[in-house]
């Protein structure tokens, strides 16, 4: 659905990291984007996802189709970086609503 990091997430999930370190020595994360899908989602998500993610984003459709896209017809993973955000204090900025926001304005400008 949507995996792309900006260039400034990344530099920020960086800087969070380097000023934890001393804290919390050698760890992994995952960086991403908050999900917006439960746990009760996944089954749904592998079988069938554009209904799932129309729940969840309903101008998503109609934006996909404007453009001629088409949502992956399953989502087999979800990432959590809740890791990140309990232990660096890190959340992405950049989210799924964001990216559809932008492509809301590009049609208005259209």
Known sequence: ?????????????HVAALEKAPQLGFDVFIISAPTPFRPDDCE???????????????EFPALYARKGWTMFSSID???????ARDRLGFV???????????????????
Do not use: N
Not at 1 to 12: G, K, S, Y
Not at 92 to 109: P, Q, S
């Open 1 to 13: 659905m949507f995996r792309r990091l900006t260039v400034e997430d990344a530099a920020e999930a």
């Open 44 to 58: 749904a998500l592998i079988a069938d996802a554009p209904p799932v993610v129309a729940r969840y984003f309903p």
């Open 77 to 83: 993973r979800v990432y959590d970086a809740s890791r």
């Open 92 to 110: 992405c900025k950049t989210r799924f609503a964001a990216v559809l926001a932008g492509l809301a304005v590009e049609e208005d400008r259209a």
